[in-house]
């Protein structure tokens, strides 16, 4: 605590909670990418909108960043302090605020966990439907900051749609309402949706207000083996076309070599290329539905076989092999890609991706996964034991700049759910052209201009 601009802060806000032990630090200063090594000044806790206020007009006075963390699950490093930062966690700022039946809405202060906010929409017999695996632990405030997607994306969309209101503290310390819970507004610029996905780097957002929608359908969860990529796709669009699907996700053989390695029971009796976890509302009619489109599919060779639960522990079971994946990958501290294209573009983007890093890259282990209802592929690459973390990163990044390339040139995107932070800097520009940064920088200027806000994430200053 020798730090005088710290001794100012405490002068300023004796009440606010500060933590400055080494463990802490670390703690606080990194997210699950684990890349950076953690290097805060401190870790603030702040309890009320005035202490963040106060803390980043604090900031802007000494010339200090702001890292806003929340659960610190974030897969693209923009919640790691590695600069001297000060790290300002919403852990404290976790209570339901409101609940309105009529607007079907929840207001919450943004450090609440995902499962809570589930948690508290089923209570009230509704549902807030935008769900992952990190559910525990992440928080509403980074699912905002990250537009997060998740494994209802294809029923229900990604966090922006759910999104009817955020007050942000602006990197200029003001305090902004934005959206306010209107259903309609089209009274200029909505600020609310630059706040979402804007991954710290504009303010902090302190609440939320969101929208809640009808209980879902009581539903069933399968689980198919598919001989090919090809046909996985056609499984969907027949699936598709006769089943309301919540969910449609997909994972490779290697994938789920690692899930079951990870100590889940294995589903089938023999190996196949890949598997799809699906999930669909199961009413009387939808029953037909189902074994009609399972044995089209069964026909036409497009499935090799199948698995459909028959209880809620079943369904949990076929979930696992898909939520599982990242928790069974964590040791090896993968490299993670998480790339979208147009659904349709997706065969041919993962079969020049797939040639392209066999050819370049053969030593390394590639395990894909993702969204297929969203054209969402995850590609986690895996260090060999043999290999220098340092080599293995500069290999990763050749190998991100060479699918930078692929998906330029089929119009995707280098972050489909789990933003640019650190992780995707450099590729920024092959998915935003020149003139959209240069407005995102105005934007930035506007609300920050001092750029105080998690500095060094999205783009450099
Ligand atoms: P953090 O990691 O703490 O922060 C993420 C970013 O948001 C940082 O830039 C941070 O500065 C900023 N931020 C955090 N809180 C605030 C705030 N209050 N105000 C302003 N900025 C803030 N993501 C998906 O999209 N889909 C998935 O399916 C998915 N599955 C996952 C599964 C696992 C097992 C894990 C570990 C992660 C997964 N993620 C997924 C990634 C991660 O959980 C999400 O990105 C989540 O939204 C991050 O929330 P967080 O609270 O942990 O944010
Ligand atoms: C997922 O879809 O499981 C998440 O985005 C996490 C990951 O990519 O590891
Ligand atoms: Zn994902």
């Keep these: 605590m020798s730090d005088a601009r710290l001794e100012s802060l405490r002068a300023l806000l004796p009440e606010l909670r500060l933590l400055v032990e080494p463990a802490d630090l670390e703690h ?68 339901v605020l409101a609940f309105d039946a009529v607007d079907r809405t929840l207001t919450v202060q943004a450090g609440i966990p995902l499962q809570r906010v589930q948690e508290t929409a089923r209570e009230h017999g509704l549902q807030y439907p935008v769900d992952f695996a990190s559910r525990g ?80 359908s009581p539903s069933n969860v399968m689980l198919l083996a598919l001989p090919s990529f090809e046909a996985l796709m056609q499984v969907f669009a027949a699936f598709r076309a006769r089943l309301q699907l919540q969910a449609f996700e997909f994972l490779t053989d290697v994938a789920l070599k690692h899930v079951l390695a990870h100590g889940e029971p294995p589903p089938f009796e023999q190996a196949h290329p890949y598997y799809v976890v699906t999930e669909f509302a199961s009413d009387e009619a939808s029953e037909a539905e189902v074994l009609a489109a399972f044995g089209q599919c069964l026909e036409q060779g497009l499935v090799s076989d199948g698995v459909i639960s028959a209880s809620d522990a079943q369904a949990a079971q076929l979930w696992r092999l898909r939520e599982a994946i990242t928790e069974s990958l964590a040791r090896y501290v993968p490299y993670k890609n998480d790339v979208s294209v147009r659904i349709s573009a997706m065969p041919a983007f993962l079969a020049e991706t797939q040639a392209l890093l066999g050819r370049e890259y053969p030593q ?30 500069a290999d990763c990044e050749r190998v991100t700049k060479l699918l930078a390339q692929v998906l330029e040139a089929h119009g995707g995107s280098i972050s489909a759910e789990h933003g640019i932070g650190l992780v995707k800097k450099p590729y920024l520009s092959c998915t935003r052209s020149a003139a959209e940064i240069a407005a995102m920088r105005g934007i930035k200027a506007a609300l920050d201009p001092n750029g105080i806000m998690n500095p060094g994430k999205l783009f450099d200053a």
């Excluded at 806790?45 to 900031?59: G, K, R, T």
């Excluded at 000060?86 to 852990?91: A, D």
């Excluded at 029923?155 to 942000?168: F, Q």
């Excluded at 969204?371 to 986690?380: F, T, V």
Aim: aromatic share 6%; hydrophobic share 45%; glycine share 14%.
């Design 137 to 216: 632990s992440c928080s509403i405030g980074g699912n905002i900051a990250t537009n997060a997607g998740g494994i209802r994306v294809v029923r229900y969309g990604n966090t922006r749609e759910w999104v009817a209101g955020v007050k942000l503290v602006t990197g200029s310390g003001e305090l902004m309402e934005l959206g306010r819970g209107l259903v309609k507004d089209s009274s200029g610029y909505d600020l609310r949706h630059l706040a979402i996905a804007s991954e710290g780097t504009l303010g902090i957002i302190v609440e939320a207000t969101l929208k809640l929608t009808d209980p879902p």
């Design 364 to 393: 390394l282990e590639v395990v894909w996964f993702g969204h297929i209802g969203d054209g969402n592929l995850h590609i986690n690459i895996l260090k060999p034991d043999a290999m220098a973390q340092d080599a293995f990163v």
């Design 28 to 95: 606080y200063g990194r997210d699950w990418t684990r890349r950076w090594t953690p290097a805060p000044m401190a870790v603030a806790l702040p309890a009320s909108v005035e202490d963040v206020q106060a803390i980043v007009c604090w900031a802007n006075a000494k010339g200090v960043g702001i890292v806003p963390s929340g659960g610190r699950t974030g897969l693209s490093g923009g919640a790691v302090a590695a600069n001297g930062e000060l790290v300002l966690s919403l852990e404290r700022m976790h209570k």
